[in-house]
């Protein structure tokens, strides 16, 4: 496919942001943010949908607030599920590819191994509900597609751990981290560039589920130490302020002391060893991803 008509949703997140130079290299992108397209109305999306045509749909728009869902499970469903619904029917009438993205809290996070996109779904909360209602929306479609399963998502742009570390770290005096929750952080960027390997590389028989993840696995708490050793490394070189908390003063915590209002899986491990097999695709370790990341000009000046 060449120059393919790409309709992108949820521009102004995390991995919509990093998605559309990238898409741009390959077709031309349609970028729609909130204002644009409002994913709680079916008719606005049906009436997109068909007014552009595109040839390639990449969804990655989604209700992300976990603790706040449990008190919103209607507009949870609504963005999660139901417009995922919608964006694939209408893919499959147009005989339109589509790009899907999922999460880790599909999963309880009680096994003791990396989950593979085979393993038995059981969400905690409304959030991984949702998410899971939208993976089984698009799959029962009948488009090609991809559904991307990624975790603990963060990048130099939006509102991410990342951004709130480096914000604890400057505004207090001690940082308390959960230590005994695990997952891969996974960098936007990394997930863009996947996705535009993936779209140039199609193969319609493998459609389906896949686990996107950076490779490795840390926990709350070996994130947050390793942001700010980052951080501490570049300081002379940018000439960047001391924070009040150093990466040797941040103290592990249970999540027993941290208690939400929606419960956090403890294991949000994904294998990723079937998108190698079928895809050839491996993202790299999470600690090159965070050094890179951390390297962006814009994220520390």
């Known amino acids: 496919m060449t120059s393919p008509r790409i309709l992108l949703t949820g521009v102004h997140g995390q991995v919509g942001h990093a998605l559309l130079p990238m898409l741009a290299t390959w077709g031309t992108v349609t970028a729609l943010d909130r204002a644009a397209l409002n994913l709680s109305d079916a008719a606005a999306i049906r009436k997109t949908v068909r007014t552009l045509r595109p040839d390639v749909i990449v969804n990655p728009a989604a209700y992300t607030a976990v603790d706040k869902a449990e008190t919103e499970p209607d507009l949870a469903y609504a963005i999660n599920a139901e417009a995922p619904r919608i964006l694939a029917e209408e893919a499959a009438e147009l005989g339109a590819r589509m790009v899907h993205y999922s999460t880790d809290y599909v999963f309880d996070g009680r096994a003791?191994?990396?989950?593979?996109?085979?393993?038995?779904?059981?969400?905690?909360?409304?959030?991984?509900?949702?998410?899971?209602?939208?993976?089984?929306?698009?799959?029962?479609?009948?488009?090609?597609?991809?559904?991307?399963?990624?975790?603990?998502?963060?990048?130099?742009?939006?509102?991410?751990?990342?951004?709130?570390?480096?914000?604890?770290?400057?505004?207090?005096?001690?940082?308390?981290?959960?230590?005994?929750?695990?997952?891969?952080?996974?960098?936007?960027?990394?997930?863009?560039?996947?996705?535009?390997?993936?779209?140039?590389?199609?193969q319609p028989e493998l459609s389906g589920i896949y686990h996107l993840t950076n490779s490795g696995y840390t926990s709350w708490y070996g994130f947050a130490v390793a942001i700010l050793q980052a951080y501490e490394g570049l300081q002379?070189?940018?000439?960047?302020?001391?924070?009040?908390?150093?990466?040797?003063?941040?103290?592990?915590?249970?999540?027993?002391?941290?208690?939400?209002?929606?419960?956090?899986?403890?294991?949000?491990?994904?294998?990723?060893?079937?998108?190698?097999?079928?895809?050839?695709?491996?993202?790299?370790?999470?600690?090159?991803?965070?050094v890179q990341v951390m390297e962006t000009p814009a994220l520390l000046g």
């Open 112 to 202: 003791s191994k990396p989950y593979r996109e085979t393993d038995m779904t059981n969400p905690l909360g409304v959030y991984g509900a949702s998410k899971l209602a939208g993976e089984k929306a698009v799959q029962q479609a009948g488009q090609q597609h991809l559904i991307l399963r990624t975790s603990w998502v963060y990048g130099a742009y939006g509102k991410n751990f990342l951004h709130t570390i480096l914000r604890l770290a400057r505004e207090r005096d001690s940082l308390g981290i959960v230590a005994d929750q695990f997952g891969a952080p996974t960098s936007s960027h990394d997930i863009a560039s996947a996705t535009l390997t993936l779209l140039k590389s199609w």
């Open 236 to 290: 002379a070189e940018r000439d960047l302020p001391p924070l009040r908390v150093s990466s040797e003063a941040v103290r592990a915590i249970t999540t027993a002391e941290y208690p939400t209002p929606a419960a956090r899986p403890a294991n949000s491990r994904l294998d990723g060893d079937l998108l190698e097999q079928d895809w050839g695709l491996r993202l790299q370790d999470w600690r090159q991803a965070l």
